[in-house]
Nanobody, 115 residues
């Protein structure tokens, strides 16, 4: 069983920054790829960033150069550093992993970017 808990969301002005941690339970964290998704009101959930167990990363085109995903295996935590945020990125941000064929989601953290 894996539990994911996101935090760090809040209200930020356009152009601002936030860092979202996602704490994961379970000793298998270091072996799993971790992902950040977001879901804006009325829109489908979209993949934002991925980090593999070896630390390789990949990003949605819309966030390349502004978002950074990282992980601290000693703390069982994955991070999403976001800079130059714009109001269109207002959404609930979720972390995600797949373990033993099961998909796990956190409860999400709200990010609101004001114009």
């Amino acid at each position: 069983q894996v539990q994911l808990v996101e935090s760090g969301g809040g209200l930020v002005q356009a152009g601002g920054s936030l860092r979202l941690p996602c704490a994961a339970s379970g000793s298998i964290f270091s072996r799993n790829a971790m992902r950040w998704y977001r879901q804006a009101p009325g829109k489908q959930r979209e993949l934002v960033a991925v980090i593999t167990s070896s630390g390789s990363t990949n990003y949605a085109d819309s966030v390349k150069g502004r978002f950074t995903i990282s992980r601290d295996n000693a703390k069982n935590t994955v991070y999403l550093q976001m800079i130059s945020l714009n109001p269109e990125e207002t959404a609930v941000y979720y972390c995600n992993t797949i373990s033993d064929g099961r998909i796990y989601w956190g409860q999400g953290t709200q990010v609101t970017v004001s114009s």
